[in-house]
């Protein structure tokens, strides 16, 4: 058995390859159906942008069964629309008036039953995503947005009666609303192929942001000139 240079079995700044890096290398050198291939995309740094919320609307993953708030932002720096799928509990998408406290925190993963399978703790994913008493949930944080920049719903638009209702009043609370939104790359291990491609993270009211010169400290304000 050979081994490989030790030039090959470490990165330019001289720290070891991981055993996942290394068998990519190695198979990159022996991959006999390769028809040639383009630079890796390069490093990009986290970036932070003015625009508003295009519209909002119930996306429902076929596959999955699984739903999702989609939140569609545009980016006045660049013109281009991004999108962002906040997650909903299955049972609260079902009925919005579930008990909260009643929904199930956790499936156990048959493959490692000390463990629960990821996004099956619904109550969790209610409280980061939905609502909690700090008033931090997602779908809290963006109504105050909306709350602050004076947005009301009409005094005889009746309550919602099931997610679409749900789902449709958040889309005329913060459709048009300004926003500064954050986009950064996937650190998702197990999609490597990703780790470049900038994706939506999240909104902020954007006077906070404007009026706050340390705020989105790390990021690129792309509405400033670049140096």
Known sequence: MTTAPAALNQTQSGKPLSAEEQARRDFLATDSLSTGALPAAPKRDPEAHRGYIK??????????????MKIEAHSEANGKDYDYYLPLPSA?????????????????????????????????????????SDGTGEAQRLRLIA???????????????NIEDWVMMHNYLLTHTRV??????????????????????GFFREQDILTNPKAMKGYIRTW???R
Do not use: C
């Open 180 to 201: 500064v939104f954050t986009l950064k790359a996937d650190a998702n291990p197990s999609e490597p192929q990703f780790a470049n491609v900038l994706k939506l993270r």
């Open 147 to 161: 709350w602050l920049e004076g947005k009301r719903f009409p005094t005889d638009m009746p309550a919602p009666a």
């Open 92 to 132: 609260f998408a079902r009925d919005i008036t579930v008990d909260a406290n009643a929904l199930p925190t956790g499936t156990p993963d048959p493959q490692n039953p000390s463990k629960m399978l990821p996004g099956s703790n619904q109550r969790e994913t209610y409280a980061i995503r939905i609502a909690n």
């Open 55 to 68: 519209g909002i609307s119930l996306h429902k993953n076929e596959q999955k069964g699984t739903f999702s």
């Open 224 to 226: 400033e000139p670049q």
